[in-house]
Nanobody, 124 residues
Framework: EVQLQASGGGLVQAGGSLNLSCAVS????????VGWFRQAPGKEREGVSC????????TNKDAAKGRFTIYRNKAKNLVTLQMNNLKPEDTAVYYC?????????????????WGRGTQVTVSS
């Protein structure tokens, strides 16, 4: 059974940093991509950053560029989203999701496997 478990959300001041982690289990690592998505109140869910567990290829959406970094630990089946210089507009529920597809496809959002969200709140 495929499972994704997100953790690491919290409250941080603007300009601060947070690391979100997604623990993945039950997958064939080489072929599975994991992505981070977020949904702010009143807004549609958007892709942030996605990575193929096997070779580390990434897709980074506009929300991630310049401030967020995604990386994976193959040995631990763990995908981390490092978020720096956070802004109030980054406040959202963050989800990790995955599928057997490339990172660009996973970042489009139509994935079979989703974890529970974790709240990130950035205060001004």
């Amino acid at each position: 059974e495929v499972q994704l478990q997100a953790s690491g959300g919290g409250l941080v001041q603007a300009g601060g940093s947070l690391n979100l982690s997604c623990a993945v289990s039950g997958v064939v690592v080489a072929d599975f991509a994991v992505g981070w998505f977020r949904q702010a109140p009143g807004k549609e869910r958007e892709g942030v950053s996605c990575i193929l567990l096997g070779d580390g290829r990434e897709t980074n959406k506009d929300a991630a560029k310049g401030r967020f970094t995604i990386y994976r630990n193959k040995a631990k089946n763990l995908v981390t989203l490092q978020m720096n210089n956070l802004k109030p507009e980054d406040t959202a529920v963050y989800y990790c999701a995955g599928d057997y597809a490339g990172p660009d496809v996973v970042c489009a959002g139509h994935n079979d496997y989703w974890g529970r969200g974790t709240q990130v709140t950035v205060s001004s």
